[in-house]
Each structure stands twice: as C-alpha cells, then as structure tokens.
C-alpha cells in the first residue's frame, strides 16, 4: 500500500496567521482526501482533491478557509487560513487504493495543529 | 443516531487480556474498515472487511453483514496495544463514515 508523508507533524500558530500542510505519496494516486479531528471528536471529510481538478468541499467547509492544491498524482496541499483557537485539531490526508473489489485508505501521520 | 455506532467509548484493560470492541452500522456498506489511532495523531488500517473474518497476529476482525456488525478482537493484550480504534463504513463512492472510537488502555 501507498506510504504517506505528511508535514508538520505539529505546530502552534497564531490567530490571524495560516499554515500549510503538506502530504507527499510515494505513488501516484487519484483520490486524495482531507479529514479534520476536532479534540474528542471523529473525524470529519473536509474535501476530496482530484489532480486536475478544483477540490470538492464537504458542507461547512470553504475554500477560502481551507484552499487545497493538487498539482500532481503525488502530492497535495492544505491551507488553514486565518486561524483561530477553533481550528485546533488534528488535520489527516489520506488516499485511497484499489484493492481487489474494494477501496483501501492509507492515512498519513496527521498534523496536530494549535493556535494561541 | 449516529451512522457508525461503537462501544465501548473507553476501555481499560490489564496485559493479557482478551479485549472486544464493537461496531455497529445502520446504512448499506462496500466495506467496514478497523483503524487505529496512536496518541500522535497518525492512523494506521489494521482490516478491510467485507464479509466474514481476518486475522493479523494477535487482531481478529469479524463483520456479519445481516446483523450490521462487526468486532474487534485483541488477544493477549499488551501495553503497545493502548490507542484509539475506530470503525468506519465505506458507503456511496469513496465517502468514509467514521465512527467516534474506542479509547483502549492497556495496564501493565
């Protein structure tokens, strides 16, 4: 299955500021997806970066809070913009693989993100 | 109600025990996925099921798909086991609904 590298592992960041986390796959892959874990919480779909393509966001999720690159089959961006202590949680990329009749997912490390 | 239903919520356990954990869904499903999350925050997919049983090593994954169930089995359980498990059904594409975890602690 795929291997995903995912940075930062962690950052504390002010409010007003923006952090981009970056997810890096060592194979190409179609479907590349963005997962929010608030404290206590599950995780919750932000948007689905298709290469080529605008992402397509998840109801409560804009792109101008949480704008997505995906230039390529290997890597993609997401941007927390403008933060607040709200945005604290765990941010996951994750991909998905084919495999036999059904889909696999791989996730990366996360990246626990805090603002003071 | 919640799609993807699990319990216990939280779990403490002493090493060597047998340890189950359960999940139960309530919307048609390609496949029930058993992830576990360490304290970091990375995920790492232990079973993909789609019908009957999987083992790897001492983890067990049973699904029956007429009941809408599935469990989780961890023999002989040790420390390095303690993390967060969490169920999740894929369902219509490739949407994931997860569910809101297992908090297992296993005490030396």
């Known amino acids: 299955s795929a291997v995903i590298s995912q940075k930062p592992s962690r950052d504390i960041c002010q409010r007003g500021t923006s952090l981009t986390i970056q997810c890096q796959v060592d194979?190409?892959?179609?479907?590349m997806f963005w997962y929010r874990q608030q404290p206590g919480q599950s995780l919750t779909l932000i948007a689905t970066?298709?290469?080529?393509?605008?992402?397509?966001?998840e109801s409560g999720f804009v792109i101008d809070k949480f704008p997505i690159s995906r230039p390529n089959l290997t890597f993609s961006t997401l941007t927390v913009s403008n933060m607040s202590p709200e945005d604290s949680s765990i941010y996951l990329c994750?991909?998905?693989?084919?495999?036999?009749?059904?889909?696999?997912?791989?996730f990366g490390s996360g990246t626990r993100l805090t603002v003071v | 109600k919640n799609e993807v239903e699990q319990s216990p919520q939280n779990l403490t356990a002493q090493e060597g025990e047998f340890i189950t954990i359960n999940c139960s869904y309530s919307?048609?499903?390609?496949?029930l996925h058993w992830l576990q999350q360490h304290p970091g925050g990375g995920i790492v997919s232990l079973f993909m099921?789609?019908?009957g049983k999987k083992k790897h090593g001492r983890l067990i994954a049973t699904i029956n798909i007429q009941e809408k169930h599935s469990s989780l089995h961890i023999t002989a359980s040790h420390p390095r086991d303690s993390a967060v498990y969490i169920c999740?059904?894929?369902?219509?594409?490739?949407?994931?609904?997860f569910g809101e975890g297992t908090q297992l602690t296993v005490n030396p």
């Open positions: 099921l789609s019908s």
């Open positions: 970066a298709n290469q080529g393509s605008e992402a397509t966001y």
């Open positions: 194979s190409q892959v179609t479907m």
């Open positions: 994750s991909v998905e693989e084919r495999r036999g009749w059904n889909y696999g997912y791989t």
């Open positions: 999740a059904v894929g369902t219509s594409g490739s949407r994931l609904t």
């Open positions: 919307v048609g499903i390609s496949a």
